[in-house]
């Protein structure tokens, strides 16, 4: 089945303590996105990819990190958590000539105390 | 600074209803707006417009761009209960930057 799987699906953890969350795709997309959904802001995009070692920062940079080692997988790390990165994280992939049909993973709640 | 602004924020109407969301923008090196339809939690693609004028059809949905009047607006006709959901609007820019900007969404929710 055609897909992008997060992991960890909930998380609470405490400040400053690193954390990565994994994303992978098996429909050998090369664009691969984070974003993170807040109420009142809507979707925003942290990272995104075009290939393998190709990253770029997307409109909320600050305070997260991705690399793209290998074309299905791109984590989102967080070196010094901290409250203000309590939300709601999509990874999203698509081919990198349909960047707009993204297909979104199911979500990762995460909760920084 | 890029700005994509959806409204209304929230709208309820009774099933068979039909609605109309809107989307405004600006975006510099704008190349395609897109709407998402986000039920329980991922957003699922709807629609991509590029040209003005064309409407997008599928359906019950609808779609149309101005890019004039930097504008879209997105119509369900005859809605159904399954249509509940947040409405996003995004919009894509020109080959070599691929950020996405999103609003903030139109919650619809449809009364039987």
């Known amino acids: 089945e055609a897909q992008v799987t997060q992991n960890p699906r909930y998380l609470i953890t405490v400040t400053g303590k690193k954390l990565t969350v994994t994303c992978s795709q098996n429909?050998?997309?090369?664009?691969m996105s984070w974003y993170r959904q807040d109420p009142g802001l809507g979707l925003r995009q942290i990272y995104y990819?075009?290939?393998?070692?190709?990253?770029d920062k997307g409109d909320v940079p600050e305070g997260y990190k991705v690399s793209r080692k290998e074309k299905r997988n791109f984590p989102l790390i967080l070196e010094s958590p901290s409250p203000n990165q309590t939300s709601l994280y999509f990874c999203?992939?698509?081919?990198?000539?349909?960047?707009?049909?993204?297909?979104f993973g199911p979500g990762t709640r995460l909760t920084v105390t | 600074e890029d700005k994509v602004v959806q409204s209304p924020l929230s709208l309820v109407v009774h099933e068979g209803d039909t609605v109309t969301l809107n989307c405004s923008y600006e975006?510099?090196?704008?190349?395609?707006l897109l709407w998402y339809k986000q039920e329980k939690k991922a957003p699922t693609f709807l629609f991509m417009l590029?040209?003005?004028?064309i409407e997008k059809k599928s359906g019950r949905l609808s779609s149309i761009l101005d890019k004039k009047e930097l504008f879209s607006i997105l119509n369900i006709t005859a809605t159904q209960t399954g249509d509940s959901a947040i409405y996003l609007c995004?919009?894509?820019?020109?080959?070599?930057?691929?950020?996405?900007?999103f609003g903030t969404g139109t919650r619809l929710t449809i009364i039987p």
């Open positions: 990819s075009m290939n393998v070692e190709v990253t």
């Open positions: 975006v510099t090196n704008f190349r395609s």
């Open positions: 999203a992939s698509s081919f990198s000539g349909r960047t707009y049909e993204q297909y």
């Open positions: 590029t040209s003005s004028g």
């Open positions: 995004a919009v894509g820019r020109s080959f070599g930057n691929e950020k996405l900007t």
């Open positions: 429909m050998n997309h090369e664009y």
